[in-house]
């Protein structure tokens, strides 16, 4: 984390501890690590421990928090966010709000409400088409792209083609001793990979179906993928 590679992701479950001068994100448990949200404190609940946390660590370094959802459900999830994404705002941080199976039916994506387009839903969802063309528009509006779920190095390409700004997973909480070289070797990768710079191959995700190539960009994992102006002459990547 001191190397701006990595940042935490914390929920009020977890109760993480964020390091010094480290960037992190704000969960809020409704998927959770069992994927069945029991973790979840009610609403007034998470915000409080929201408030608190943003008032311990500072606005500076939140990435995004996450407005409360209802996993795999767009309607849902848009009357439980509706109310919380001005209130995250009024924190001084970015609102994330989690766009799920079916958000691409007409009138269910508060464009103007959020500030980060977190790719949640099923995994097939989030790897398919709908996904892909929100991620474009929501760059094409100026806001950030988050991707959930993301433990191995094909998602991890796919998230980067998709245009993402970051990813999160449950890779590192497992056998982390093992894991965590292994996961700065893919961030090595991806910052070497000048095929991703426009590339017309696509990524090797299973789940992931060949489609137009994005817009050039050049991947820097400082805690999040950053989208800039390639370099003048051969197309290459650079860690900030």
């Known amino acids: 984390m001191s190397a701006g590679r990595l940042g935490c992701m914390t929920t009020p479950a977890q109760g993480s501890r964020i390091p010094p001068g480290a960037l992190y994100a704000c969960d809020n448990s409704r998927f959770g690590s069992d994927g069945k949200g029991r973790y979840w404190p009610g609403a007034e609940r998470w915000f409080a421990w929201l408030s608190r946390t943003v008032d311990r660590y500072g606005p500076d370094r939140c ?6 959802d209802v996993p795999f459900d767009a309607v849902a999830t848009l009357t439980e966010s509706l109310p919380w994404l001005a209130r995250i705002r009024e924190l001084g941080v970015p609102a994330a709000y989690a766009v799920q199976d079916g958000c691409d039916r007409p009138g ?33 509006r100026g806001k950030s792209i988050h991707m959930g779920r993301v433990n ?29 070289p292994k996961l700065l070797r893919w961030l090595d990768e ?13 990524p090797d995700d299973p789940g992931w179906a060949a489609r137009t190539p ?24 650079r860690i900030r």
Not at 63 to 68: E, T
Not at 111 to 121: I, S
Not at 194 to 201: A, F, V
Request: hydrophobic share 40%.
């Open 190 to 202: 991806l910052d070497g990979r000048p095929s991703l710079l426009g590339s017309t191959h696509p």
């Open 63 to 68: 990435l995004w928090a996450l407005a409360p």
């Open 214 to 237: 994005p817009p050039r960009h050049a991947p820097s994992l400082a805690g999040k993928i950053t989208p800039a102006t390639p370099p003048a002459g051969p197309a290459r990547t």
């Open 152 to 180: 191995s190095l094909a998602r991890m390409r796919v998230a980067e083609w998709f245009g993402c700004d970051s990813v999160d997973g449950t890779y590192l909480a497992y056998g982390p001793d093992t894991n965590l």
């Open 108 to 140: 269910l994506m508060p464009w103007d409400n959020f500030d980060v387009l977190f790719l949640a839903g099923s995994t097939e969802w989030k790897l398919g088409p709908v996904a892909e063309r929100l991620a474009r528009e929501a760059r094409a």
